[in-house]
């Protein structure tokens, strides 16, 4: 009696393992030699009158039945599978060491399906012969079923079956009558058992499902802001499901991407298209993913896996869905530590998931209104005009640093205090104009008016006051704004409408803008699209504008990025100076950095225009220094900031050769003699230009490719020096074999090619004595 006592004590209150089972069991056969099973049987009995809380109870009782019958059948091991009426599924427990691992599948399959269908009792001497049996559980567990006996287990005698008992490679079969009596006593005494033990553990899981929620639902009505929020319903997930790892995947429409700055176990923002992988997937489909074994499932991406070295065993995806039955993202989580995500997990998921939506719909739509704020309150300090705004009662409620400007006072003088006492004396016309506004809803205008600011000074002003009303039309207030008219804004608002800043500022600083100018040294840099007639033609022009605003609007920010200014545009061709209205021993070098960096970029828009299965495009550009006529050229009416002489046009035959010589970047030989800083360059010709008398060296910059787009560089830029060498001395055979080397080393160098070609002529027909070498350019391009 003492004896069971203690045994009952332990199954009810502690952890077992499989050798605390063994232990017991044999034990209590120690005891009752006699009739043992009968012992086992009415312990398991009184364990069901005395059953309480117990977190392991269930997992007790199934491992005690396990050891049992199969010490009583002679049998290898057990297995016990419950019914799971909620999931229609089977399951069973594992102990492996500390954790316990569950088993699940359809009650339909296998053997233990058919027993608790037909809830008969079958015994099958080959269990891979037949047909009924589901070898997955053998994969997973790693053992051989060689015979088996499945029992049904009822409630009572003759009652419901709840679940089915799997003896494994008994030593003798078929069992005798008097072993399959025990057998079927056993299971019928431990059939209440099992079901209260069940019933149990799942309304202590109803409570624990319960009290989660009551938290989440704390954390939704105390949390706005969004990425707080989202960690706080991550760490309630990760708890529920008892889970490795959660991230809420959130729909970004505008670029119709999912991306997550909460990954509980990660610290980066994620971002996927929303329709890849299977988070897009279930963004997509609104369908719940769930994978017991990822590897095994094609649609997951085990290079993840790779770059991270984490290991993805089993995945549950589910998507949130708002009040008004749109997605607006996916729920993701990895790695149950206990089995698979099973249809009870879905569940849970689910049901939060349904209150996390509207947290996270409501904590947007927080963030957006402060966002809004902000961006208000950005772009009324950001306005170059003076902005006040006042409330209905005339009360001052903002007040931009413009404003303050206009005013001559801080900030701290202005907001707050009503503007009938701000705006006295003979400023007391805008309390007039105020007051009439509002409560009219008209606006005003006022012309080039004066006001006197708080310092005593007449400001001109052109000022405009009008309405604020709420959404149901209801007077708010007032707003002021105010633009300063003094003589140095007016005059550079006027030439900063064709000129930039910097020429605005130092004409500003001289005495007039007179019409001669100066002779300064410049470095030109002129940039034209090739075959733009053709592209345009097929574009169309409404996409053709598009497109040169697009790319002009790049290219412009890298000239003003280096300190150079745009003369001008010329259709499709593009005209930056450097060097002035300032000059620097640096302009050489900022242009070609211009050039290097406008190569770059167009390789980006060409990659963002292929995404869009749009048109790309190809530049040439020519820079050439020389002493060239700057300044403003024009009539009294109309004047251009602009440059004229031989280096301008020098910089354009340049571009237009680039075409000849397959390159993208031509240098003349001053501009080439003045660079301060390392870059790739070679030599590339001769040339005498259309108009030209004096031959002059041409040089491609090549600082823009990469290895991949332009191989051994440095090899091929020494072998071109002297392949030209042998060139110039008529040496034609050995100038082939260096630019064939040269070519081997990068077969697309369209310049060793040409001088291949040029040398296999004048083999055949050999130039004139006198010759020097020089290429006579006959064409502008």
């Not at 997605?327 to 998931?353: C, H, M, W």
Request: aromatic letters at 6%.
């Amino acid at each position: 009696m003492e004896m069971s006592s203690a045994i009952i004590q332990q199954i009810l209150t502690e952890n077992l393992t499989n050798d605390d089972i063994h232990e017991i069991v044999s034990r209590v056969k120690a005891g009752e030699s006699g009739n043992y099973s009968e012992a086992l049987a009415s312990i398991l009995d009184r364990v069901g009158s005395l059953l309480n809380v117990s977190e392991r109870l269930l997992d007790n009782l199934l491992l005690l039945l396990v050891e049992i019958t199969s010490d009583i059948a002679h049998a290898e091991r057990g297995t016990l599978f419950l019914v799971d009426t909620e999931t229609g599924e089977l399951f069973s427990r594992v102990v492996k060491g500390s954790e316990v691992e569950e088993i699940r599948f359809p009650m339909n399959l296998g053997i233990a399906g058919t027993v608790l269908e037909n809830q008969e009792i079958l015994t099958v001497e080959d269990a891979y012969s037949d047909q009924r049996f589901n070898s997955d559980i053998d994969k997973k567990t790693g053992y051989q079923t060689k015979n088996l006996v499945c029992l049904p287990v009822r409630v009572s005698p003759g009652g419901s079956v709840i679940g089915v008992l799997e003896l494994l490679n008994l030593a003798k079969l078929p069992l005798d009558s008097v072993t399959m009596q025990v057998l079927e006593k056993v299971t019928a005494n431990s059939g209440k058992v099992l079901k209260n033990a069940h019933q149990f553990e799942q309304i202590q899981q109803a409570r624990e499902n319960e009290s989660h929620l009551l938290e989440l639902a704390s954390v939704i009505s105390s949390e706005l802001q969004l990425k707080p929020l989202l960690e706080k319903i991550m760490e309630a997930v990760i708890m529920i499901l008892n889970c490795d790892r959660a991230t809420i995947f959130l729909y970004d429409e505008k670029n119709n991407e999912l991306w997550s700055q909460v990954a509980l176990g990660m610290n980066q923002e994620i971002r996927i298209p929303a329709n890849r992988g299977i988070a897009g997937e279930v963004f997509s489909t609104g369908c719940t993913v769930n994978i017991p074994d990822a590897y095994k499932d094609s649609r997951f991406n085990q290079q993840i896996d790779l770059k991270t070295g984490y290991r993805t065993r089993n995945i549950l995806c589910m998507p949130l869905i708002n009040k008004h039955g749109v997605a607006i993202g996916v729920t993701q989580v990895l790695n149950k530590r206990v089995g698979a995500f099973n249809r009870a997990d879905e569940k849970k998921l689910r049901s939060f998931s349904a209150q996390a939506s509207i947290a996270i719909e409501n904590a947007k739509l927080f963030n957006e209104v402060f966002n809004m704020k902000n961006y208000s309150e950005s772009i009324l300090r950001s306005l170059s005009n003076g902005v006040i705004s006042v409330n209905h009662l005339r009360k001052i409620e903002k007040c931009n640093g413009i404003a303050c400007r206009i005013l001559g006072a801080d900030e701290s003088n202005i907001v707050g205090r009503f503007s009938d006492i701000t705006f006295t004396g003979d400023n007391h016309w805008i309390v007039d104009s105020l007051r009439r506004v509002i409560a009219t809803n008209d606006s005003d205008s006022f012309i080039d008016a004066e006001i006197t600011n708080m310092q005593g000074k007449k400001v001109s002003v052109n000022m405009s006051v009008v309405p604020l009303r709420s959404i149901s039309d209801e007077p708010m207030g007032g707003l002021l704004i105010m633009e300063d008219l003094s003589i140095e804004k007016r005059m550079k608002g006027t030439l900063a409408r064709y000129m930039t800043k910097e020429i605005a500022d130092q004409l500003m600083d001289s005495d007039g803008a007179e019409l001669g100018g100066q002779i300064k040294e410049l470095s030109i840099l002129f940039s034209d699209i090739r075959n733009f007639t053709t592209i345009s033609e097929k574009l169309g022009p409404q996409e053709t504008v598009a497109m040169l605003n697009e790319y002009f609007s790049t290219m412009v920010d890298i000239v003003f990025h280096h300190g150079g200014i745009l003369d001008k545009f010329i259709g499709d061709a593009m005209l930056g100076v450097f060097g002035a209205p300032f000059s620097s021993d640096e302009d050489a070098d900022k242009a070609v950095c211009t050039a290097v960096d406008m190569m770059k970029a167009l390789k980006q828009f060409n990659a963002n225009r292929m995404l869009k299965n749009q048109q790309v495009i190809n530049i040439g550009i020519g820079i050439a220094t020389d002493n060239v006529l700057v300044g403003n050229i024009g009539s009294i009416k109309r004047m251009d900031y602009t440059v004229i002489g031989d280096g301008v046009n020098l910089a354009s035959r340049l571009e237009g050769a680039t075409k000849f010589y397959h390159a993208d970047i031509l240098i003349s030989e001053k501009t080439c003699d003045l660079l301060k800083y390392r870059y790739f360059i070679r030599e590339v010709d001769l040339i005498r230009v259309k108009g030209k008398t004096l031959p002059v060296k041409v040089f491609e910059v090549l600082d823009h490719h990469d290895k991949q787009t332009f191989p051994e560089m440095e090899k091929v830029i020494r072998l071109t020096h002297q392949g030209i060498d042998l060139y110039r001395q008529q040496r034609w055979q050995e100038a082939i074999d260096i630019f064939n080397s040269a070519i081997r080393l990068n077969h697309k160098d369209e310049l060793c090619k040409m001088y291949v070609v040029r040398c296999n002529f004048f083999m055949e027909n050999p130039p004139d004595p006198d010759w020097d070498g020089v290429w006579i350019m006959t064409t502008k391009s």
